[in-house]
């Protein structure tokens, strides 16, 4: 019986065999987020400086928001703070521990969903935005016919999506291996790294707005910004 479990006739059973073999699983993350004190440069409770700029600028306004791998909480809270109505998924119930302590903090409602972001029900066109900070580019290949239609799912007509991933070997890792190469290893080597033109075929479905390096902040700075990742906007039409 356990080899019947193991055969694959359906393209749901291809998915989740090359899952097994590349994701991180729950016990990883959990581990990564136990030590909130071994200096990880995005465990500050700031927000990223492209999504605080968004907001500036008037192009992204108050509304229903999705986070994809929300981790500690600190956009989902900066979201909060600005009126929006936050549903934030992670897969480690260890940073929706921190996150929730750090909304409590603040006195702040943010629905943590301790999911993974594949599994999640959601009702299409509920969201005005979909924000994802550092999730993406741990994304396998075979998952990213997924995470677009879960991203175009959940956004309205007009909603935006904004998405925060390494740059290829920009410092903090950003493999540049093909996506070939990560079937043939069997790793991410750590995270993927993009370029601005693998960001704009990969969401060729949306209307693109900006992408750019992220702007370095200085420690002082109440946002989040370093120039290892790359930031991008995008609207779905």
Same mark, same amino acid.
């Given at each position: 019986?356990?080899?019947?479990?193991? !055969?694959?006739?359906?393209?749901?059973?291809? *998915?989740?065999?090359? +899952?097994?073999?590349?994701?991180? =699983?729950? @016990?990883?993350?959990?581990?990564?987020?136990?030590? %909130?004190?071994?200096?990880?440069?995005?465990?500050?409770?700031?927000? +990223?400086?492209?999504?605080?700029?968004?907001?500036?600028?008037?192009?992204?306004? =108050?509304?229903?928001?999705?986070?994809?791998?929300? @981790?500690?909480? #600190?956009?989902?809270?900066?979201?909060? /703070?600005?009126?929006?109505?936050?549903?934030?998924?992670?897969?480690?119930?260890?940073?929706?521990?921190?996150?929730? /302590?750090?909304?409590?903090?603040?006195? *702040?409602?943010?629905?943590?969903?301790?999911?993974?972001?594949?599994?999640?029900?959601?009702?299409?066109?509920?969201?005005?935005?979909?924000? +994802?900070?550092?999730?993406?580019?741990?994304?396998? =290949?075979?998952? %990213?016919?997924?995470?677009?239609?879960?991203?175009?799912?959940?956004?309205?007509?007009?909603?935006?999506?904004?998405?925060?991933? $390494?740059?290829?070997?920009?410092?903090?890792?950003?493999?540049?291996?093909?996506?070939?190469?990560?079937?043939?290893?069997?790793? *991410?080597?750590? @995270?993927?790294?993009? !370029?601005?033109?693998?960001?704009?075929?990969?969401?060729?479905?949306?209307?693109?707005?900006?992408?750019? #390096?992220?702007?370095?902040? %200085? /420690?002082?700075?109440?946002? $989040?910004?370093?120039?290892?990742?790359? !930031?991008?906007? $995008? %609207?779905?039409?």
């Amino acid at each position: 019986m356990v080899y019947l479990k193991e !055969t694959i006739r359906t393209n749901d059973d291809l *998915l989740l065999m090359l +899952d097994s073999l590349l994701r991180e =699983p729950a @016990g990883f993350w959990n581990e990564f987020y136990s030590n %909130r004190e071994k200096g990880i440069p995005f465990f500050v409770n700031k927000p +990223d400086e492209n999504l605080v700029s968004y907001f500036n600028k008037g192009i992204i306004k =108050p509304g229903n928001v999705l986070e994809l791998g929300s @981790g500690p909480g #600190r956009n989902a809270i900066y979201l909060a /703070e600005k009126g929006c109505r936050v549903d934030a998924v992670d897969l480690s119930e260890e940073s929706l521990e921190w996150a929730k /302590e750090r909304a409590k903090e603040r006195a *702040l409602e943010v629905n943590f969903i301790h999911n993974n972001i594949f599994d999640i029900q959601i009702i299409e066109g509920t969201y005005d935005i979909v924000y +994802d900070s550092g999730c993406f580019h741990h994304i396998a =290949p075979h998952r %990213r016919s997924n995470y677009i239609e879960l991203v175009l799912k959940a956004l309205r007509p007009g909603g935006h999506f904004a998405i925060t991933c $390494f740059v290829e070997w920009g410092g903090f890792g950003g493999s540049d291996i093909t996506d070939w190469e990560v079937y043939s290893q069997r790793s *991410l080597n750590g @995270g993927l790294g993009f !370029t601005e033109e693998k960001l704009r075929l990969i969401f060729d479905s949306l209307e693109e707005i900006e992408i750019r #390096r992220m702007k370095e902040a %200085r /420690e002082t700075d109440g946002v $989040f910004g370093v120039s290892a990742l790359l !930031t991008a906007l $995008f %609207r779905k039409k």
